[in-house]
């Protein structure tokens, strides 16, 4: 088959997938009560089918030009180093940790040091820190954030501190005046989780540029996706290295996907284990993992990270239309505050009912679900009450009352770019229904 006919012949399928893409993806009609108004979707279009064809049928489907290239300007949105993409944010999560933890790195963190995070989070932002034996220090959050308490920092901090790992919850910003000014006081590395913050800002800084590590989720109820993903970022030249290698099954070779025969160290068949000579791409040098994703899913997110802004916007556009609205009833509902400093780009919007309602969140859950309005809860609530964490061995910093709470009280709706305005009314519209029960 010659140049001209292949060329043809992709325009005529990705033309054919289009057609059909768009028959499937034809929005109906909003009709109140009977459309479902999910709390996420993926948003996408003929771009990023057009794209993930075109990678298809180049036959190329592990990790090449693609993903280099996002990770490219996936670091450069930040201002940062490197960008490393994996397969989940919580892949993102294991390797940052896993990272820290190797023997390649001269300031490592070692089994028993003590890791302080707080009680209200997601599962895998919890468990790198169990899975390579270090010890959680378990703070409170504060009710109006989600966030970490920065007020029991102190109090946490111990000879055997090495770190923390920090959740922008539901986008909101942490306290990073007083985190770094904590972290800096005490010589101790930050892992920043943004899995749910992604363009969130602090002062004016993207959160992602603060840790040592940053972390990102591309699963599609983020604020971009690739179907699955994540990824990290770091400054740090030798903790990328570690962190490929980890994400490559251990791998010390760290040669593109293009890279010459002899390597891109030219020196890819000298290498030697026990006096063997052994090939470069065929050394572990750490005990790793296989955590990579798709070039496909790279050719997806370059679609994406283009329309980012406008996902951000309008997140941000529909979160104040149905904060405008609800405060109305903040006698019953402790609203989301935003921290000075802080410019929140929105995962979802969040409630907590006060204390002494006359309804609880069994009610107000099921009758929003009755009604086509999916809710979630806070992740995990207080993680140390989950049945896989009862018995882990871990310091508690006081009572986590507030972590309690949001476990028994909180929980959250969508806002994503793909709800209409008229969805958000009538969400508005079910909330004064629900409420005016009980005035």
């Known amino acids: 088959m010659n140049k001209v006919n292949e060329s043809v012949i992709r325009e005529r399928i990705k033309k054919m997938i289009i057609e059909f893409f768009n028959i499937k993806k034809k929005k109906s009609k909003f009709i109140p009560g009977k459309t479902r108004i999910l709390y996420s979707i993926a948003n996408y279009n003929e771009d990023e089918i057009n794209a993930i064809i075109d990678t ?40 940052a940790v896993s990272s820290l933890c190797s023997e390649q790195f001269k300031e490592k963190i070692n089994p028993g040091d003590e890791v302080i995070t707080p009680a209200v989070t997601f599962p895998t932002t919890f468990n790198p820190i169990i899975q390579n034996n270090l010890k959680p220090v378990v703070v409170d959050v504060k009710l109006e954030t989600y966030n970490l308490n920065v ?10 501190t090495k770190l923390i790992v920090l959740p922008h919850t539901l986008g909101i910003p942490n306290e990073m005046d007083a985190i770094m ?4 006081d005490h010589n101790i590395f930050l892992i920043e989780d943004c899995c749910d913050a992604l363009g969130s ?3 004016n800084r993207l959160v992602g540029t603060f840790g040592i590590f940053s972390t990102f989720s591309f699963y599609p109820a983020h604020h971009m996706t690739l179907g699955e993903g994540g990824a990290l970022l770091t400054d740090d030249l030798i903790l990328n290295k ?6 490559d099954w251990g791998r010390d070779c760290y040669c593109s ?3 010459p025969p002899e390597g891109e160290c030219k020196s890819r068949f000298d290498f030697r284990i026990d006096n063997i000579p052994y090939d470069h791409k065929y050394i572990y040098s750490n005990i790793g993992y296989n955590l990579k994703p798709l070039e496909l899913q790279a050719a997806m997110g370059l679609e994406q990270i283009k329309k980012l802004p406008d996902f951000i916007k309008s997140r941000k556009r529909n979160f104040n239309l149905l904060y405008n609205e609800i405060k109305n009833y903040e006698d019953f509902f402790i609203l989301p505050e935003v921290p000075k400093k802080a410019d929140v780009s929105w995962f979802s919007f969040p409630l907590t009912l006060r204390d002494n309602t ?23 609530g207080n993680i140390l009450r989950q049945p896989a964490y009862r018995n882990i061995n871990c310091k ?44």
């Open 257 to 259: 996907w293009n890279s």
């Open 151 to 160: 007020d029991f920092l102190e109090s946490a901090v111990s000879e055997k």
């Open 396 to 439: 508690k910093i006081g009572d986590l009352k507030n972590s309690d709470k949001i476990m028994k009280d909180s929980f959250f709706i969508g806002i994503h770019p793909g709800m209409t305005k008229e969805m958000l009314n009538y969400i508005i519209a079910k909330f004064e229904e629900f409420i005016k029960k009980y005035r």
């Open 181 to 184: 000014d904590f972290i800096e």
């Open 56 to 95: 298809l049928l180049d036959g190329w489907f592990g990790l090449g030009k693609k993903a280099e290239e996002f990770e490219r300007i996936f670091s450069q949105f930040f201002g940062r180093e490197k960008a490393i993409l994996v397969n989940s944010g919580s892949s993102a999560n294991l390797l």
């Open 201 to 203: 800002k602090y002062d």
């Open 358 to 380: 006359p309804f609880n969140r069994q009610d107000i859950i099921r009758f929003l679900e009755n009604n086509g309005i999916q809710t979630r809860l806070i992740f995990a």
């Open 242 to 247: 570690i962190a490929r290698s980890l994400r």
